[in-house]
């Protein structure tokens, strides 16, 4: 099968395009370099990279027909919580205009399956933990609104048009491919555990903590914290599972086991050897004090099986590539 991947050149997006490389699949990546790297084209060489948008109707058409694509995986969008706050229509723009221009072409070029990248951001703050599928979806922010958003408008597409479609919702992805040659690289960083890796390297003078006076054990935020290459996995199973003629559907990726930020320090300290200073900050607009998924759906019904389980394990995974690429994919 030949599988478009859209931002196959950015976190997620890459992890999955090695397995689905590894997987037997042939890969195309289509990705505007916006917050992508291109050295992950050096990486991933049984890919073919094209560098352009997923808004280009010409390009994409283009794409699916003379490669006889047999089904896409979208990960092209912006994914900052806070900057969809400060810039919605930058959000709404790349997370919903765009994709619908994607979804166009390929209707247009009559292609059978679809598979979302869609996040936890979708529920907003929970009414009740772990989180399933059918739990309410009030987003609390610009980016869980346009992935909500985009959902709604495959339920359509679906109805009208058979794109049989799979969204996964995705909890806090960390970690990187064990081989060392992929990682978590974000310009502007705001995500947890880069962050404290940074300050481990001494490459940031300490991690701020935001908020310490929650209603959890320790005070600290809690979150489900998932590794990308179980998340990869996930997407071949999903894939498979609509070619078997499962009907379009909605899941959880999520490890079901919260751990504070607290924890993932301490985690992080032991990991690195290294002590990484600590500051109580305030509390993050809009941050939920708990968020854990049920991931019980995607395991019964794609028969998904995490590997990593251990948080110290996970966190090694990208230490290691934070060791081998200290300033990132930029300086390779
Ligand atoms: N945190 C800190 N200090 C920092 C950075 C983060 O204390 O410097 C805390 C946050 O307050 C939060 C936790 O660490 O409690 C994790 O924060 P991240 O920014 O790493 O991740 P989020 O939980 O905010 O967001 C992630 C994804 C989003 C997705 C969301 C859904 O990045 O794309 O999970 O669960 F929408």
Same mark, same amino acid.
């Given at each position: 099968? $030949?599988?478009? =991947?859209?931002?196959?050149?950015?976190?997620?997006?890459?992890?999955? !395009?090695?397995?689905?490389?590894?997987?037997?699949?042939?890969?195309? =990546?289509?990705?505007?370099? &916006?917050?992508?790297?291109?050295? !992950? #084209?050096?990486?991933?060489?049984?890919? +073919?990279?094209?560098?352009?948008?997923?808004?280009? $109707?010409?390009?994409?058409?283009?794409?699916?027909?003379? $490669?006889?694509?047999?089904? &896409?995986?979208?990960?092209?969008?912006? %994914?900052? &919580?806070?900057?969809?706050?400060?810039?919605?229509?930058?959000?709404?723009?790349?997370?919903?205009?765009?994709?619908?221009?994607?979804?166009? %072409?390929?209707?247009?070029?009559?292609?059978?399956?679809?598979?979302?990248?869609?996040?936890?951001?979708?529920?907003? +703050?929970?009414?009740?933990?772990?989180?399933?599928?059918?739990? !309410?979806?009030?987003?609390?922010?610009?980016?869980?609104?346009?992935?909500?958003?985009? +959902?709604?408008?495959?339920?359509?597409?679906?109805?009208?048009?058979?794109?049989?479609?799979?969204?996964?919702?995705?909890?806090?992805? =960390?970690?990187?491919?064990?081989?060392?040659?992929?990682?978590?690289?974000?310009? *502007?960083?705001?995500?947890?555990?880069?962050?404290?890796?940074?300050? #481990?390297?001494?490459?940031?003078?300490?991690?701020?903590?935001?908020?310490?006076?929650?209603?959890?054990?320790?005070?600290?935020?809690?979150?489900?914290?998932?590794?990308?290459?179980?998340?990869?996995?996930?997407?071949?199973?999903?894939?498979?599972?609509?070619?078997?003629?499962?009907? %379009?559907?909605?899941?959880?990726?999520?490890?079901?086991?919260?751990?504070?930020?607290? +924890?993932?320090?301490?985690? #992080?300290?032991?990991?690195?050897?290294?002590?990484?200073?600590?500051?109580?900050?305030?509390?993050? *607009?809009?941050?939920?004090? &708990?968020? !854990?998924?049920?991931?019980?759906?995607?395991?019964?019904?794609?028969?998904?099986?995490?590997?990593?389980?251990?948080?110290?394990?996970?966190?090694?995974?990208?230490?290691?590539?934070?060791? $081998?690429? *200290?300033?990132?994919?930029?300086?390779?």
């Amino acid at each position: 099968m $030949r599988v478009l =991947v859209t931002g196959g050149a950015g976190y997620i997006g890459s992890h999955v !395009v090695k397995t689905l490389l590894r997987s037997g699949y042939e890969v195309t =990546v289509l990705d505007n370099l &916006v917050r992508g790297h291109k050295a !992950v #084209a050096k990486v991933l060489k049984e890919a +073919e990279f094209v560098w352009g948008d997923i808004a280009d $109707r010409e390009l994409v058409t283009g794409i699916l027909r003379s $490669r006889r694509i047999d089904a &896409v995986m979208h990960f092209a969008a912006l %994914s900052l &919580v806070g900057e969809s706050v400060e810039n919605p229509t930058l959000y709404y723009e790349n997370n919903v205009i765009k994709g619908l221009m994607l979804l166009d %072409s390929i209707r247009e070029a009559d292609i059978a399956y679809f598979i979302f990248s869609s996040s936890a951001a979708v529920y907003g +703050e929970p009414l009740q933990v772990p989180i399933e599928e059918d739990h !309410v979806l009030l987003p609390t922010n610009p980016y869980g609104a346009t992935k909500r958003a985009f +959902e709604e408008a495959l339920k359509w597409y679906d109805s009208a048009y058979g794109l049989k479609y799979m969204s996964l919702r995705y909890f806090n992805a =960390v970690g990187a491919d064990p081989e060392g040659d992929l990682g978590e690289d974000h310009r *502007p960083e705001t995500h947890l555990v880069p962050l404290i890796l940074q300050a #481990a390297m001494g490459k940031r003078e300490k991690i701020i903590v935001y908020g310490a006076d929650y209603p959890t054990p320790d005070g600290t935020c809690i979150r489900d914290y998932v590794h990308v290459c179980d998340l990869a996995s996930a997407h071949v199973l999903a894939l498979e599972a609509l070619t078997r003629g499962q009907s %379009s559907a909605v899941y959880n990726l999520g490890s079901e086991r919260g751990l504070s930020v607290w +924890e993932i320090i301490q985690a #992080a300290r032991k990991v690195t050897g290294r002590n990484i200073p600590v500051e109580i900050g305030p509390r993050r *607009p809009g941050d939920p004090a &708990v968020l !854990v998924a049920s991931a019980k759906k995607a395991k019964e019904f794609l028969g998904w099986k995490p590997c990593f389980t251990d948080i110290e394990g996970i966190i090694s995974t990208a230490w290691e590539w934070y060791c $081998r690429h *200290p300033e990132g994919y930029d300086g390779k």
